[in-house]
């Protein structure tokens, strides 16, 4: 079961960071939980209506997921952790953030309620 749950977690962030999912507001809104907060690598507070209306315009690029491991917090509530490595559409600039989120299994499916990125120094990658 806990490797099914592991990929089951790894198969949604990496919906996450498709840039066709990214696109569509239904299904960001499909996987984000009405209560969702985002602290993000920008230091910016993000909620589910603003990520819902300004994701679908932030500029495409390619993001690779290295190290997911998931922690069981709960029957119902996982924590997923993970190294992000973007790279711009011309595969110039790559950039590193540690990412944790927090996924909640309600109404038969799961949804994330928290993720935080953490940009990484040149010097800690």
Not at 8 to 37: C, G, H, K, N, T
Request: net charge negative.
């Amino acid at each position: 079961m806990r490797s099914s749950l592991h990929e089951q977690i790894y198969d949604l962030e990496d919906r996450l960071l498709q840039p066709e999912i990214r696109r569509s507001r239904e299904e960001i809104s499909m996987l984000l939980a009405d209560d969702f907060v985002e602290f993000g690598s920008s230091g910016r507070m993000y909620d589910k209506i603003q990520v819902v209306e300004e994701l679908p315009h932030s500029l495409p690029g390619s993001t690779i997921i290295e190290g997911f491991q998931i922690k069981v917090l709960s029957p119902y509530v996982v924590l997923a952790t993970y190294r992000a490595v973007k790279t711009n559409e011309s595969r110039e600039e790559m950039r590193s953030s540690l990412r944790s989120s927090i996924w909640r299994f309600t109404d038969g499916r799961w949804q994330i309620v928290f993720h935080q990125g953490t940009r990484l120094m040149e010097s800690c990658k």
